[in-house]
T-cell receptor
Framework: QQPVQSPQAVILREGEDAVINCSSS?????VHWYRQKHGEAPVFLMI?????EQKGHDKISASFNEKKQQSSLYLTASQLSYSGTYFC?????????????FGSGTRLSIRP | NAGVTQTPKFRVLKTGQSMTLLCAQD?????MYWYRQDPGMGLRLIHY???????AKGEVPDGYNVSRLKKQNFLLGLESAAPSQTSVYFC?????????????FGPGTRLTVT
C-alpha cells in the first residue's frame, strides 16, 4: 500500500520554508526521500532508518517517527533549485528484499 | 561508469503489439527494479529482482513479465500492449543490504500505446 504524502502541491517564494509529510499504515523499517525534476529521473536525497533519527543535507533535513509511521521533509530557505516533485519511499517491516513503495509525490514550485 | 541505462528512450506501440524494455547497470548491484510513473500516481513498482535468475511481483505486475538472465540486465516485457500501459517506465538498481543504500534510477522510457 502506497504511503500518503501531503500536501500534494505547494508554491513558495524563494527563501520560504516548506514541510512535506509522509505517512504509512504499515510498520516501517526505513523511509527514503527522492526529488525529481520534470522530464528527469528521481534523484536520491536521503535515507532514514528506524530509531527516530533525523538527517540533514545542506538546508534540507528530514525526521522519521517510527512509532507514528511518519516522516517529514523540511526545506529551509528554499532556493529555485529546490523546485520539483518530492517522493517518499517506504520499506515495511517483513517485506522482502528492500521493496520500496513510493508515495504519489508532492510538487514544489519556487517563485523568485 | 554509465550507471543505469535504459533502451529504448521512446517507443510507440499499437494495441496488441509486444516489446521488451532493457535495463542495464554497471555497478554490480544485486537488486533491480522496474517502476511505472503516471501523472498523479507517483512511482509504482511492477517487478523486482534480488539477483540473477530471480524475480518477484511488485504492486502492479499484471500485463508484464520480466527476466534477469544476467546480473547486469533486467528485461521488462509487454506481451500484448494495452493503452493503459502508456506510461514512463523507470528502472532502478540497488546494492544489497537492508535499507542501507540508495536506488539509482535510469533515465526512463516513454511508452505510448495507441
Amino acid at each position: 500500500q502506497q504511503p500518503v504524502q501531503s500536501p500534494q502541491a505547494v508554491i513558495l517564494r524563494e527563501g520560504e520554508d516548506a514541510v512535506i509529510n509522509c505517512s504509512s499504515s504499515k510498520a516501517l523499517y526505513s523511509v527514503h526521500w527522492y526529488r525529481q525534476k520534470h522530464g528527469e529521473a528521481p534523484v536520491f536525497l536521503m535515507i532514514l532508518l528506524k530509531g527516530g533519527e533525523q538527517k540533514g543535507h545542506d538546508k534540507i533535513s528530514a525526521s522519521f517517527n517510527e512509532k507514528k509511521q511518519q516522516s517529514s521533509l523540511y526545506l529551509t530557505a528554499s532556493q529555485l533549485s529546490y523546485s520539483g516533485t518530492y517522493f517518499c519511499g517506504t520499506e515495511s517491516r517483513g517485506s522482502s528484499a528492500s521493496k520500496i513503495i513510493f508515495g504519489s509525490g508532492t510538487r514544489l514550485s519556487i517563485r523568485p | 561508469n554509465a550507471g543505469v541505462t535504459q533502451t529504448p528512450k521512446f517507443r510507440v506501440l499499437k494495441t496488441g503489439q509486444s516489446m521488451t524494455l532493457l535495463c542495464a547497470q554497471d555497478m554490480n548491484h544485486e537488486y533491480m527494479y522496474w517502476y511505472r510513473q503516471d501523472p498523479g500516481m507517483g512511482l509504482r513498482l511492477i517487478h523486482y529482482s534480488v539477483g540473477e535468475g530471480t524475480t518477484a511481483k511488485g504492486e502492479v505486475p499484471d500485463g508484464y513479465n520480466v527476466s534477469r538472465l544476467k546480473k547486469q540486465n533486467f528485461l521488462l516485457g509487454l506481451e500484448s500492449a494495452a493503452p493503459s500501459q502508456t506510461s514512463v517506465y523507470f528502472c532502478a538498481s540497488k546494492h544489497p543490504g537492508q535499507s542501507s543504500y540508495e536506488q539509482y534510477f535510469g533515465p526512463g522510457t516513454r511508452l505510448t500505446v495507441t
